[in-house]
């Protein structure tokens, strides 16, 4: 028997020893040093890519936010809680057969083409008119915001061009060069917006 405790003995003190080892490297040496080099590298990005309105945090540029207002561009559906709801993040998971799912865009497309001012034969952009799968996109088609244009511009009595030109300079490109497609960020066009009067 005392032989059997020496033995479980001499193996159980090099296995504590490594998960304390590992404990301390993993649990705490690696974290440390990734949150330090992302700190030091990409201090924006390791806080939340935050977005400022003077001295007062307004929002990040990962997350949709809900505008309603007609001077600002609106961004796309959100599914997430009762919209835009960071802690209910998700789609509606509703098929594209689904007879409510249905509705709902079709009201949508009506909705979007009475606040634009736009003729029944007008296109609308898919993004308009149907959520996304986390229902946090801070991004519209740029097709989306060139439609919203002529209507923020008339709302803020701005010269069309100029609203533009903000549109333009909020576009983004495809992800790694590859992914997706380009898009406008409508809480940094909306604060652009802001800032020009």
């Known amino acids: 028997m005392r032989q059997q405790l020496r033995s479980f003995?001499?193996?159980?003190?090099?296995?504590?020893?490594?998960?304390?080892?590992?404990?301390?490297?993993?649990?705490?040496?690696?974290?440390?040093?990734?949150?330090?080099?992302?700190?030091?590298?990409?201090?924006?990005?390791?806080?939340?890519?935050?977005?400022?309105?003077?001295d007062t945090v307004v929002g990040s540029s990962l997350l949709g936010q809900g505008f309603a207002a007609p001077?600002?561009?609106?961004?796309?559906p959100s599914a997430a809680g009762a919209g835009y709801d960071g802690t209910a993040s998700?789609?509606?998971?509703?098929?594209?057969?689904?007879?409510?799912?249905l509705a709902t865009v079709a009201e949508r497309a009506e909705q979007y083409r009475a606040e634009n001012r736009l003729s029944p034969e007008v296109e609308v952009p898919a993004d308009a008119v149907q959520a996304s799968g986390s229902g946090l996109d801070p991004q519209i088609?740029?097709?989306?915001?060139?439609?919203?244009a002529p209507r923020v511009a008339e709302e803020r009595g701005m010269d069309l061009d100029d609203v533009l030109a903000l549109v333009?300079?909020?576009?983004?490109?495809?992800?790694?060069?590859?992914?997706?497609?380009?898009?406008?960020?409508?809480?940094?066009?909306?604060?652009?917006?802001?800032?020009?009067?």
Request: contains cysteine.
């Open 90 to 101: 998700s789609g509606s998971n509703l098929g594209p057969t689904n007879p409510d799912y």
């Open 9 to 54: 003995a001499r193996q159980s003190v090099p296995a504590v020893v490594v998960l304390l080892a590992l404990t301390v490297v993993c649990g705490l040496a690696y974290p440390l040093l990734v949150t330090g080099v992302a700190e030091a590298a990409f201090h924006d990005k390791a806080e939340g890519s935050l977005l400022t309105d003077g």
């Open 168 to 197: 333009d300079a909020h576009t983004q490109g495809r992800p790694l060069g590859i992914l997706g497609d380009p898009g406008v960020n409508v809480l940094e066009l909306n604060l652009a917006l802001d800032r020009a009067g």
């Open 71 to 76: 001077a600002y561009f609106h961004p796309r």
């Open 141 to 148: 088609s740029i097709a989306n915001a060139r439609l919203q």
